[in-house]
């Protein structure tokens, strides 16, 4: 599913839109205990839950496409009688009314998430009539011929409100505060099936988690029965070591700030685009011998990618660059700029020690200080690196 895709499910969130049908509920305690239990027609919900379930449904369907939402396939074995996505499409056609499907759904994710706390699983069955659109992109509602069935499902976790004082109005007094166990956003989740080219595909999920670092890949392998996919952390470390790897001792300044203005500068061309900027091998070597890297580093290219990342995996370049900052980073200093002014620092050898140079203007401020920088120490520049 690419952001758009997404956006239009988010959009059926909300009291004019509801397209849910169903809502099922399992509080569970630290001991992995099942609590309490709900099951019920949605729009049984009073008007104040139904818009805390709203907000709760839109956080797992946000984030950043390739970060916090992640599109995986089903193994086709999976897609057999007895696999993760044939029990999953069971508990879709059930509507969520088969209570043993349900309950062998809340003991799955018992077994295999690991928290250690207090949470509360939410399972929502929902039908989405996909109105048709004319050439222009308007929406026909009239000019439907598609029913979306999905299954959403979020895992949020349940802590205590903090202690503190509050202002009791019947009593007119300052009193201690009562503390109440309180559903937080979405800590996992996932849409089944996934909404892609705005029709139903059953052979994907979408999977969100709200650290985009950290995707529980026993979870992901169990539940889903999907091999987890690289972090968008280790998708950077990745790319990193392939970069270090192929240039080994060339592994210049000026040759990574080029690879990295190029990865910005690929992003910027795409950033209109629903779909986010995905790099094969292929793209990543050409990539490199755009930026002058020599044809002999090459040789072994393909070789460091699929240790580095894996033969069949794309990259995301937002992953592997930072379109806000560039970072230059000793043991004692890190400098951060702007992508779009790297170019002003520069590598220089001075008196036979190497440099980092960055060109000082009029405005320069020390702990929010302006200073004058009219005469500064001046030194003969004796070559590049």
């Known amino acids: 599913m690419n952001k758009k895709e997404i956006s239009e499910i988010k959009k059926q969130f909300t009291p004019d839109n509801c397209c849910i049908t169903r809502i ?21 919900l009073s008007e104040e839950e139904m818009f805390k379930y709203f907000d709760i449904f839109r956080k797992t369907l946000s984030g950043t496409v390739g970060k916090n939402l992640i599109n995986m396939d089903f193994p086709l074995q999976q897609e057999q009688e007895g696999g993760t996505q044939y029990f999953l499409r069971k508990l879709k056609e059930s509507k ?14 018992i077994e295999n998430y690991e928290y250690g706390e207090n949470y509360y699983i939410i399972l929502i069955h929902a039908v989405y009539d996909i109105p048709g659109k004319s050439s222009d992109g308007q929406e026909m509602f009239d000019a439907s011929d598609e029913i979306y069935e ?8 349940v802590k205590l409100s903090k202690a503190g004082l509050c202002y009791n109005v019947q009593t007119n007094n300052i009193e201690d505060r ?24 059953l052979h994907s999920i979408l999977y969100y988690t709200k650290n985009a670092e950290e995707l529980r890949s026993v979870f992901i392998d169990e539940v889903f029965g999907c091999s987890a996919p690289l972090s968008a952390g280790g998708q950077r470390d990745s790319f990193n070591a392939l970069v ?41 070597k050409n990539l490199f011998q755009d930026c002058g890297v020599e044809e002999e ?25 930072n379109t806000r900052k560039f970072e230059i980073k000793t043991p004692d ?34 702990n929010g200080i302006h200073v004058n920088m009219q005469n500064p120490g001046t030194t003969d520049i004796e070559e590049d690196l």
């Open 24 to 44: 099922c509920g399992c509080y569970v305690d630290g001991e992995k205990n099942k609590k309490t239990e709900l099951k019920e027609a949605f729009l049984s």
């Open 96 to 109: 969520l009314m088969d209570d043993s499907l349900i309950e062998s759904f809340y003991d799955k994710i």
């Open 150 to 157: 999905h299954i959403l499902c979020s895992i949020c976790p």
């Open 178 to 201: 009562i503390r109440d166990w309180i559903v937080e956003m979405p800590d996992l989740g996932f849409l089944f099936p996934v909404f892609n080219d705005r029709s139903t595909d």
């Open 244 to 284: 270090e790897e192929t240039l080994g001792d060339d592994c210049a300044y000026d040759t990574v700030l080029n690879i990295h203005e190029r990865l910005n500068e690929i992003i910027e061309s795409q950033k209109d685009e629903p779909e986010p900027v995905s790099l094969t091998k292929t793209e990543i």
């Open 297 to 321: 580093k090459l040789t072994s290219f393909d070789e460091q990618y699929e240790l580095a990342a894996g033969e069949k995996t794309s990259l995301m370049a937002s992953n592997i660059t």
């Open 333 to 366: 200093v890190v400098i951060n700029i702007a992508p779009e002014r790297a170019d002003l620092v520069e590598t220089r050898i001075i008196d036979g020690r190497k440099y980092l140079v960055i060109p000082m203007e009029d405005n320069v401020q020390v």
